[in-house]
Each structure stands twice: as C-alpha cells, then as structure tokens.
Nanobody
Framework: VQLQAFGGGLVQAGGSLNLSCAASIRTFSNYAMGWFRQAPGKEREFVAAINWSGSSTYYADSVKGRFTISRDNAKKTVYLQMNSPKLDDTAVYYC????????????????WGQGTLVTVSS
C-alpha cells in the first residue's frame, strides 16, 4: 500500500492551493481518508477527514470554512482544497488511510503518505 501526496508548494496568504493524494489501495473505497499536518517544532495535528463514500466530512476548527476535503474513488484519490490559507497553515501535509469512519486521531489510520510541504507567504 502506498499513498503519495502532491500539490504542495509556495502560496500567498489569501490565495488557493489544491493537494492531492493518490492511493495504491485495491479496496480504496473501503477506507476513510484524512489529512494531517505538522509544522516545525510542533506535533502532527488533524486537518480534515472524509468517510469511505464522501458523504461525511469533518474539519479542524482552524480550517473549517476555508479547506474542503473530497475524494474520487474511481481515481483512488483524495483532495484537499485550501482556500484563503494563512501563515499558520504552513506545514508538511500528510494524507492517511484507515478502516474507520472518520477520526481526528493519527493512531486510527493504518497507512500514511510521505508528506508534501505547503509554505504560505505574506
């Protein structure tokens, strides 16, 4: 099983960026997917999660209303649309897959991608 995140880079505060995570999971549609992030010197924190069908999503308060998680089971890909990013959103973003409904806890996820760096500039 492999998860590969794409789309990170430099974005201006108030702009937009779309992250993708491609999964090589045969039964991708059985898995809930999550996005987490880790800023330098900080612990990994939950960003967003989506259930297996895409009918249920959950967001950290810090990104609610600005970020949108979605998935395409046919393409085995999960997305994170980042609108109006702030300087505090600068971090390495990780995607994760787990046989759970949706969870904010990293330990609930079985597989992790390598991370993609997002840097928000003023």
């Amino acid at each position: 099983v492999q998860l590969q995140a794409f789309g990170g880079g430099l974005v201006q505060a108030g702009g937009s960026l779309n992250l993708s995570c491609a999964a090589s999971i045969r039964t991708f549609s059985n898995y809930a997917m999550g996005w987490f992030r880790q800023a330098p010197g900080k612990e990994r924190e939950f960003v967003a999660a989506i259930n297996w069908s895409g009918s249920s999503t959950y967001y950290a308060d810090s990104v609610k209303g600005r970020f949108t998680i979605s998935r395409d089971n046919a393409k085995k890909t999960v997305y994170l649309q980042m609108n109006s990013p702030k300087l505090d959103d600068t971090a390495v973003y990780y995607c994760a897959a787990g046989l759970v409904s949706t969870s904010t806890r990293p330990r609930s996820y079985d597989y992790w991608g390598q991370g993609t760096l997002v840097t928000v500039s003023s």
